[in-house]
Each structure stands twice: as structure tokens, then as C-alpha cells.
């Protein structure tokens, strides 16, 4: 008797990727939808450790892809989302239609092909896209329903699967050579050597000194302006511009003639022209101009926030993402800078509201992107809806930091429509002759902008200052009405020196600019690349600017030398578009992989390439020369200076060593500062005595944190070792042979830091023990409790079980006693704003709530703090390493955490359904 037929029951499970766009979607569908989030991806590629036995051996086993068949993925469902998916079934099981709704790129589609394949629905399945999450973008999916985009699928795994073969086969070079733990990758590898390129362009560079002269010049009306020295005697006056990184005037400006003014001959040159008579030789006017920036795509957005609002990439993304599954604005990860017909509609009627018709102009305006091939969603980011809201309607709905993402997005939305900012610019040339006969002409410019245009809502910053050219200054400058002839009073010349200065470094507005430029990654990989070489340490920040540390200056060495076409920037660009020709359907995701990994004809491979590396000189690979006989060493501990030792050094001599201060950038590494290290350094380590009670020898060293003493804890002898062993029981496995034996585990020394007087060329032996006997036992309490005294990071403190009590000085560590312990204990612990510590750090203001940032400590460590939001200070970074830029990241990064307002009056929220719940929980 064949099946029962199941009976229809009207439900559509439409199935997203988070719980929050699952309820802002569920309120635009109509009855008989159900709406449920897979809260991101569903599965992935295991860790070949967690692969099954018999596949281990297998070709799968090394990357959980099986590298001679097609390059098929092994798949696994994550531990944590395997209850997710039962639930995901649960709901599919007397659904009538399922609705995959992730987003409209090619992870999206992947998200949705997974879900495909692991649920196995046996009903009609239906892909739906939108780029807004409203009722009219929700609708619009409706639709266009279709089937899944496969080329987009494949593009993704692609991906993926490239990201694994690179990874997982570059990366254990790193670790033999460099250091454990470090990562390579397609993108983030890149990104680093631009970081490290840029830092090697600032250590080679030389600064060169020049003097220009500038002053105040009335015109018989009784206005004023400055001008600069423009030529002297017809030749143009060297400015910053004309010379090279090395110092030396470029070629083209000595061959032009070019006057290079030092100190002398500008100060010459200023004596001799007072009392100077000045005429101005031409005025000249045009047409001032100004068109307004494209719509924000996802880099130029990372870009204006880093600029505007002083975020990080990834906090960007993440409060972006927020405002999207809200409804607030249309899909974050895009290259396009189009809008839609409705958008440009909504765009140009608020701009007639707002400002007046005269903004609008006569068509509206059409942006092309730099990218054809742009892989994304089809639309620029912008204010939801087909009428946009404008900032203020908006505001009592969102968070602080909400509020100023959506506003930036709006602005520069409306910008991108209205008509032209127009002025006209002014040069006027003046010249008067000094009394050595010599002719010095000087130059202004000023412009005046007549309509503001664009520039009444928006205008885009940028990352560098005010040029040596003076570019900049003539923005809104009105100059005198003058005309060629006129005298003019010359007063006030003064000459100023200059000194060119390096490349500016990248800061994560400008790499994601430069990544974007060279067409290397895509949207939604910016913000993780950037994470990614600052979670592994490759990346600090200083301020705003990318510093690279010196591991990833040994990491890019080996890169560059050994695996140059993986690290260049060409073929990692054609690598992106190779993958846009995977999406549009015009090449085989098998056979792409294939070339890649096994390589074509007289083109090598990956495989090859890493099988046929031949030796690699690791020393070398770690070692930079910072001086003619001072070499920096990356460590396993960090980087170090050693000195060349003499020709003439009795063998086994150990060369001289110092540490590099961890807060000195590479750059700032010169060899006067290498030899200045290397003077103050100990010479090795300083020999103290031996402890009377253990007989170990005790050293006062150098060390990454500062100087500090400890003992010298002998190694076993291969004798002592062998005894040792013999020792142990033998233990055996199942199959009968024995299990080898364990090595001791080493015994940790006892270390203490010097106090901030004790200087470890100085520091004596009785000191040392003193501060090695630390922490001391004071005593106990009434209740019996042990009380100790100890030094910690900011200073001196007594512990009496969970509660700390700071000392006034070092030396009250030895001093103090267990009655003035126990009356320091009997004072209340001072909480509360009225008797609160001093802060341990100052940050400034947050640009978002405008309070103070402060760092404190608290119950549970340290934390910064702007009296609203806590955060605590990421394990690994210490309070010293912590700048303003990431104390405000940090908080930004707190906030976006936290839920949207709402609208108080949002009826909808009442009836929120019982069976979202669960989704909700596992956000």
C-alpha cells in the first residue's frame, strides 16, 4: 500500500542567518510564514585531527579535501550547531515550502547550499534575495524567487578550499623557520607585506633639509594675504616634493633648476628684501568645480568610519550589520556603488525637502565602480526603503554608535544626488627685487565657493594632512581684488626650514584603500584580514598607524624569498578574478584547483612548489642588519641585538646580546639607537653569588619587560637524565611494547623584577635575594588568614585571600609589619565615587559619548571605562601596550554588541511567537 500523502499545512519555513534578521524579516511575511535563523554557518572544514580514523591515511587527510578526486570537501556540521540543525529539521518536517533567505553573495549562497544539503528537504525549495530588510525589500524577494546560483556556490567553496591548500601548506614552514602558531594566507600575507614594504621604505629613508620664505602682503585697499616664495630669479624654489627618499634633489627638479635655499641663503634672502617694493606680475581666475563622492560601498565605508568616526574595520562591519538586519540600511558587503531607481527617487525628493530644488540636479547621477566583475550584492549601501528616513526620525531607535553609522550613510546617500559645489580660484604672482638684485616672486591662491552643493550635506575626508605645497589652504580663502601692476606692502617675511618626512604608514582606512586599488580581496574579507594580522601579532597599532613587528618582517622575508608569486600582488589579484570567472559560470571550480595545486604545464604548483624548497637558512631568515656590526635577531622570545664578535674571540666566546624595547618601532631602530642598546646593555648575564640555601647561582639579566634577577637552575646531565628514567615504571601499551618514558618537567625559576631605583650593573647580590624572597608572609589576620606582601605590576600590594591592598613604596614590601597589615586591613576597602582610586590610565575622550576614557582596576582585573560601557582589557595586551585608538575600539566594539533600541511603540513586539526563542538564545 503506497505512502499516505502528506497533508498540506500552509507553513513556509524560511530559514536566514541570525536570529535578529529573522525578526525583522518575520514582520514583513504574511501569514503562514515561519521564519528561523541558522545563526551563521552550519558546517565547515574539520581540523584534519578530527577526522575520522580511516580517512586520516586517506587523500582527505591532509586537509580535509581529497586533493585526487576533483577536490571534494569533507564537510562536518560544527558541535555547537548540531542541535540547531535538529531544530532546523524539526521545523522543515510539516513545512510545505522551504524559503532560503542568507544574504545575496556568494557566502550567502554557500550558507544556503549547506543548509540544502544537510536538511535534504523533500519539499519545493525556493532562493530568496533583498538587499534591504524592509516591507518593500522583503516583498521584492517574494517576487523574484529562484533556484540556487551554483557558480556562486562553487566560487565560495573555491575559496574556501584555496584558503585551506595555502594555509595549511605555507603555514608549517613558518612554524619550522619562525615560530609557532603563525599563519599564513592568500590575503592576510599580502596585506602584511604591504605593512612591512611601507615600514622597510621608512628605515632606508633619509630626510632632507630645505627653507622657503613666506609673508604678509597689503594691497592699497588695507586687505592682506600670505604668500609663499615661488622663484627666485625664474628658477622654481625647491619644495618637499623635489626630493627622494634618500635626501638628494630628484633629477628631474636639478635638471629644471631648482633652488635648494638652506638656513644661510634664506636668511640672506630675507634681509635683503626688506624694505623690498612688491608688484603683482598676473592674476588669474577659473572655475571652481567640486563633484560629490560615489555611495559608500564596504570599503570606502571602512574608510570613512576609520577617518569620520575613528573605528576599526571590523567595528565598522559590526555595527553596519546591526543597522542591516534591523532594516535601517540596505546589505553592508557590496562593490557597487549603483542605486536603485527607488533609491535615487527617495534621494532627490529629500533633497528638494531638505535643501531646495536648486540642489537637485537636472538628471540624476550615475556612479560606475572601479570593479566590472563586482561579486557582491548589486547595490550601493544606503538608508533603507523607498522613502529614506532621515537621521533625526531615526535617533531615539538606535544606540549612539548606531545613530552615527546610519547618519554617515545617509549624508553621503543624499550627497551622492545633489548638484556640483561651485566657486572660482584665484592665483595672484607678486614679485619684488631684494636689494642683492636677486627677483623673488610669491605666490597665493584662494578659492571661494559661490554654491555649496554637495558640500551642504556632506564632504568626504581624507587621510593625509595639509601637503608642503601648501595644498589645502585655499579652501574658502578669499583673496583682495587686485590687478596686474598693483603695489603691494610687503611685511612680516620670515623664512622657515622644513624637513621632508618619511611614507606616511598605513592606517586601516588607507590599506583597505590600497587592498581595494589593487584589486586584491573582496568586501567581506577587509575587516577579518585586518583582525587577522593583528590577532597574530604580525600588526600593532601606534596611534591610528599599522606598525609591523619584527616577526613579520622575518615571516614576509621567508614569503618573498622562498613562495614570491604567492605573496605578489599581481597574482593575487588574478586570483580574485579568477574566482569572478568561477561565479559568472565561465571556468570549472575543478579544474582551476587542479592548476593551482598540481600545476600546468611548465607553470609549477603549490605542491611542487613547497616539495622543492630546499634548505632554508633559518638564522638568516630571522636575522636584519641594523649596523655594521650589530645584527637584530627575531627570538623565540622576542627580538634581540647581538654584536659581531671579533676575528681575533676565543672560540665558544658568547657574542654580546641586548633586547629591543617592545614600544620601538622598526623604523626608530637606527644604528645610533642600535649601538646606544647595546651599550646600556648587561654583558650577558651578571653573575651575583650563589644562594646559600640551594646553592644556584644568581644572575641579574636583561629582559623584554625590563631588568630583572633570577637563578640559574642547572640542567641534568645525560647521566643524571639516563638515572632518572631507569627510575621510572615502565608502561606498556595494549599491543605489548612499552610506552617511552617521560622527561622531568623543568623547574621553574624564581624571578623578581628590580625596583624602579636598582640598575642591574649595580644591583648587588644581598638585594637580590631580598628580592627574590618575595612574596613575603607578614603575618595573619585575626581570623587566621595569611597575609603577604608582594610587587605587582602597578606597585607594591598586601593579599590577604581574594582582597588586595595597595603599599605606599617598594621598600615597605621588607618593612612592613603583621600589626600595620592588620591596620590597613581594618580600614574599609575604599569603593565608590567619593573615595575612588585615581584611574591607572588616562585615554581621552570617547568621539561617541564625549566622556573621559580611563582604565581602572576592578573585581575582575583591568578595565577602561567611559562611566557607561566596561571593558575588560583583552588577556595579552598589557595596560602600557593599550592606546587611545583601541580603547575606543574596544568600547565601540562593546556597544555594537549590544541590541538596537527599538521603537517604544513598536506593536509588533508584543507578538513575538514562542518558537523563536531558542534561535534568539543562541545569538
Known amino acids: 500500500m503506497p505512502a499516505k500523502a502528506k497533508e498540506p499545512t500552509g507553513k513556509k519555513l524560511v530559514i536566514v542567518e541570525s536570529p535578529a534578521k529573522s525578526k525583522s524579516i518575520a514582520k514583513y511575511l504574511g501569514e503562514g510564514f515561519v521564519v528561523d535563523a541558522s545563526v551563521g554557518h552550519i558546517r565547515d572544514l574539520p581540523q584534519p585531527s578530527e577526522l575520522p580514523a580511516e580517512l586520516k591515511k586517506s587523500p582527505v587527510g591532509k586537509f580535509a579535501v581529497d586533493v585526487d578526486h576533483g577536490f571534494e570537501p569533507y564537510y562536518v556540521v560544527y558541535p555547537d550547531k548540531k542541535k540547531r540543525v535538529a531544530d532546523l529539521k524539526r521545523e522543515l518536517k510539516d513545512a510545505d515550502e522551504l524559503y532560503l533567505a542568507t544574504d545575496a553573495d556568494r557566502e550567502g549562497e ?5 543548509l540544502l544539503e544537510v536538511l535534504k528537504p523533500k519539499v519545493p525549495v525556493h532562493r530568496m534575495t533583498f538587499t534591504e530588510i524592509t516591507k518593500e525589500g522583503v516583498q521584492r524577494g517574494l517576487n523574484n524567487l529562484r533556484e540556487l546560483d ?31 602558531g603563525l599563519s599564513a594566507g592568500r590575503v592576510q600575507s599580502v596585506a602584511t607585506r604591504l605593512v612591512v614594504e611601507r615600514e622597510r621604505e621608512r628605515m632606508a629613508f633619509r630626510s632632507a633639509s630645505y627653507w622657503d620664505l613666506s609673508g604678509e602682503f597689503v594691497a592699497g585697499s588695507g586687505e592682506s594675504f600670505r604668500a609663499r616664495l615661488n622663484t627666485l630669479n625664474g628658477s622654481r624654489v625647491a619644495s618637499g616634493r623635489d626630493f627622494d627618499d634618500r635626501g638628494a634633489l630628484r633629477p628631474a627638479a636639478a635638471k629644471a633648476g631648482a633652488v635648494h635655499l638652506d638656513e644661510a641663503a634664506a636668511t640672506s634672502l630675507v634681509a635683503s628684501l626688506e624694505g623690498a617694493a612688491f608688484n603683482v606680475t598676473s592674476v588669474e581666475s577659473k572655475p571652481y568645480t567640486r563633484r560629490p563622492a560615489a555611495p559608500f560601498t564596504t570599503s570606502t565605508l571602512q574608510q570613512e568610519a576609520s577617518r569620520k568616526l575613528r573605528w576599526s574595520a571590523r567595528v565598522a562591519m559590526q555595527v553596519a550589520q546591526r543597522l542591516y538586519e534591523n532594516g535601517y540600511i540596505t546589505y553592508m558587503r557590496t562593490d557597487s556603488v549603483h542605486l536603485s531607481d527607488e533609491a535615487v527617487t527617495a534621494a532627490r525628493k529629500q533633497i528638494t525637502e531638505l535643501y531646495g530644488a536648486e540642489y537637485v540636479p537636472g538628471s540624476p547621477r550615475v556612479y560606475k565602480g572601479r570593479n566590472d566583475s563586482a561579486q557582491e550584492a548589486h547595490e550601493a549601501i544606503r538608508p533603507a526603503g523607498d522613502a529614506f528616513r532621515t537621521p533625526a526620525q531615526v535617533r531615539s531607535q538606535l544606540g549612539a554608535d548606531e545613530y552615527r553609522l546610519y547618519e554617515l550613510i545617509w549624508k553621503r546617500t543624499v550627497a551622492s544626488q545633489m548638484a556640483d559645489a561651485k566657486g572660482s580660484t584665484a592665483t595672484v604672482r607678486l614679485a619684488g627685487t631684494a636689494g642683492d638684485g636677486r627677483v623673488a616672486e610669491f605666490v597665493a591662491s584662494g578659492t571661494v565657493i559661490t554654491f555649496r552643493g554637495f558640500l551642504a550635506a556632506y564632504e568626504e575626508s581624507t587621510d593625509s594632512a595639509e601637503t608642503e605645497t601648501g595644498k589645502g589652504d585655499d579652501e574658502e580663502r578669499r583673496l583682495p581684488q587686485l590687478v596686474e601692476g598693483a603695489p603691494l606692502t610687503g611685511r612680516d617675511i620670515e623664512a622657515a626650514g622644513h624637513e621632508t618626512t618619511p611614507p606616511p604608514r598605513y592606517t586601516e582606512a588607507s590599506i583597505v584603500a590600497e587592498l581595494e586599488k589593487r584589486e586584491i580581496g573582496r568586501p567581506s574579507t577587509y575587516a577579518p584580514t585586518i583582525s587577522t594580522i593583528m590577532d597574530r601579532g604580525y600588526v600593532t597599532k601606534r596611534g591610528g ?8 618582517f622575518s615571516v614576509i622575508r621567508l614569503l618573498e624569498e622562498h613562495f614570491g608569486q604567492y605573496v605578489d600582488y599581481d597574482f593575487t589579484a588574478r586570483l580574485e578574478d579568477d574566482l569572478d570567472e568561477i561565479a559568472a559560470g565561465r571556468r570549472s571550480r575543478q579544474a582551476w584547483l587542479q592548476n593551482f595545486y598540481f600545476g600546468e604545464g611548465d607553470a609549477e604548483g603549490l605542491k611542487a612548489t613547497v616539495e622543492d624548497l630546499g634548505e632554508i637558512d633559518a638564522r638568516a631568515i630571522n636575522s636584519i642588519s641594523v649596523a655594521d656590526d650589530i645584527t637584530l635577531r627575531v627570538g623565540k622570545f622576542g627580538p634581540y641585538l647581538e654584536e659581531a664578535l671579533p676575528s681575533d674571540a676565543p672560540e665558544g666566546t658568547e657574542p654580546k646580546r641586548a633586547n629591543v624595547p617592545e614600544d620601538l618601532a622598526p623604523d626608530e631602530l637606527t644604528a645610533a639607537k642600535a649601538r646606544e642598546l647595546m651599550d646600556a646593555a648587561v654583558p650577558g648575564d651578571r653573575e651575583l653569588g650563589k644562594d646559600p640555601v640551594n646553592g644556584r647561582t644568581i644572575v641579574a639579566k636583561e629582559g623584554r619587560f625590563g631588568p630583572y634577577v633570577t637563578e640559574v637552575i642547572p640542567e641534568m646531565t645525560e647521566e643524571q637524565l639516563q638515572a632518572y628514567l631507569d627510575a621510572l615504571p615502565t ?16 623547574e621553574k625559576p624564581r624571578t623578581a623584577s628590580l625596583f624602579k631605583g636598582m640598575d642591574p650593573n649595580t644591583v648587588t647580590f644581598e638585594e637580590a635575594l631580598r628580592l627574590l624572597s618575595l612574596p613575603r608572609v607578614v603575618g595573619t589576620d585575626a581570623d587566621g588568614t595569611e597575609i603577604t606582601a608582594a610587587n605587582g605590576r602597578f606597585g607594591p600590594y598586601l593579599k590577604k585571600g581574594g582582597d588586595y591592598r595597595s603599599l605606599t613604596s617598594e621598600d615597605e614590601l621588607f618593612t612592613v609589619t603583621e600589626e600595620q597589615a592588620r591596620a590597613i586591613y581594618a580600614q574599609p576597602k575604599q569603593r565608590g565615587r567619593g573615595n575612588a582610586k585615581p584611574p591607572l590610565a588616562e585615554f581621552g575622550e570617547d568621539p561617541t559619548t564625549g566622556k573621559p576614557i580611563v582604565a581602572k582596576e576592578g573585581r575582575f582585573g583591568e578595565y577602561i571605562t567611559d562611566g557607561t560601557t566596561n571593558v575588560t582589557i583583552p588577556r595579552g595586551t598589557s595596560l602600557e601596550e593599550l592606546t587611545t585608538e583601541k580603547a575606543i575600539e574596544l568600547l565601540a566594539e562593546k556597544r555594537a554588541k549590544a541590541p538596537a533600541k527599538k521603537p517604544a511603540a513598536r506593536a509588533t513586539t508584543a507578538k513575538k511567537a514562542p518558537a523563536k526563542k531558542p534561535a534568539t538564545k543562541k545569538k
Not at 110 to 114: D, F, G, N, R
Not at 153 to 180: C, F, H, M, N
Open 110 to 114: 554557500a550558507i544556503s547550499w549547506h
Open 150 to 180: 551554483m557558480d556562486l556556490v562553487d566560487a565560495q567553496e573555491t575559496r574556501r578550499i584555496l584558503d585551506r591548500l595555502y594555509g595549511y601548506e605555507i603555514s608549517p614552514v613558518l612554524w619550522r623557520k619562525v615560530g609557532r
Open 545 to 552: 598607524a599599522l606598525v609591523p613587528s619584527w616577526i613579520a
Open 731 to 746: 608502561e606498556y601499551y595494549k599491543n605489548g611494547n612499552p610506552k617511552p618514558k617521560k622527561k622531568p618537567a623543568k
